[in-house]
């Protein structure tokens, strides 16, 4: 399985927690942009021509922000450089507060059947204070012009004066205007974000109130049918996301724009940061990519345990047996012995128990140490 990533960095303003490559003020070059990933996806595709793709997402910065027929010029160049599927999953990352009817119907005409929308908190003095341009009205404006669609909403917790009460408002709100899939992401406050000072000012919940509101999510969707497939993705049977599920599986993937991530034949690649500098490649006929790093087969059975472990699945024990030679229980005897309270396995499978996935960071770090 491989997968199509596009980066749209443009946004309205920039939220109070974003620390994503997002350029508020420069959206009247949306259109020279375009042209530039356009152009970069026919400079890639020779060399991906037998691969077949069966995802497209359309990720930012905020996608919804731009003129909706530059992303069905996207849709339209991606399946003309690249073997897209007949039934590729095609998301669009969308901000309430940029929706409309009119980009909607255009998404869909051009081949869009998963949208994603950042809702994050049904608490409007919440979204002020994350710097959202949306509102609650806005978001169930939006979800009622994608009533019956295959659509996900995004919820944040761990935010400031945030309560169980109004977590579970918005979780509610989610449910029931028709997302069937639901992504939750703890807030995180990174360095140089306007967030940042709240976190230090000691304003933001602690890290116990971060893993209560994390049980409660699990239980609450739980309730409403939601199943978790991995820690933060939570769906309705048969309606996970398969370009993450890509993500999860050490599937490959092309990114394309300025920031994107790609990882092809065991080679990861990442293009400049910099939109001055990803113009002036992509304009001179030459890749945008600063960083190569070519995975050896160490760090290959690193990432496969990492990342299958984030999932509820957790490792297909005759998959790793296929890839890497060896038997995991075996080879990571010490670190189960270490770590069984919090793991279990059966014959065909090994994951970390539902009730510790909400912590798996710190008992995956012993497998990764037990495999160094």
Known sequence: MAGIYVHIPFCKSKCSYCDFTSFPDKLCYAESYMACVYREMAMRSAELKDYVFQTLYIGGGTPSVIDENYIAMLIAAAKKYFNLTADAEITIEMNPGTVSAKKIQTYLKCG??????????????????????????????????????????????????????DLEKSIETAAYSGANHISTYALTPEDGTPIYTEYLNGELPDGD??????????????SLGYERYEVSNFAKRGKESRHNLNYWKRGEYIGFGVSAS???????????????????????????????????????????????????????????????????????????????????????????????????????IEYLNAGA
């Open 112 to 165: 869009v059947n998963r949208f994603s929308v950042g809702l994050q908190t049904a608490v409007d003095s919440q979204l002020a204070d994350l710097g959202r341009i949306h509102n609650l009205k806005d978001y169930l404006n939006c979800a009622k012009l994608l009533k019956g669609r295959n659509f996900s909403a995004d919820v944040m917790f761990g935010l400031k004066n945030q309560t169980i009460a």
């Open 209 to 222: 109130e971060v893993a209560d509101m994390y049980a409660f999510i699990v239980k609450k969707l739980r």
């Open 262 to 364: 790609s990882c092809i034949n065991n080679v990861r690649m990442t293009n400049t940061f910099d939109l001055d500098e990803y113009f002036k490649c992509i304009l001179s006929n030459h890749f945008a990519v600063v960083n190569r790093e070519e995975i050896d087969k160490a760090g290959q059975e690193e990432e496969f345990i990492m990342l299958a472990l984030r999932t509820a699945a957790g490792i297909n024990l005759e998959d790793y047996a296929s890839l890497f030679g060896a038997d995991f229980t075996q080879k990571y005897a010490k670190a189960i012995q270490k770590t069984r309270e919090y793991v279990e396995f059966s014959p065909k499978t090994f994951k970390i128990k539902d009730e510790y996935l909400f912590v798996q960071n710190s008992i995956i």
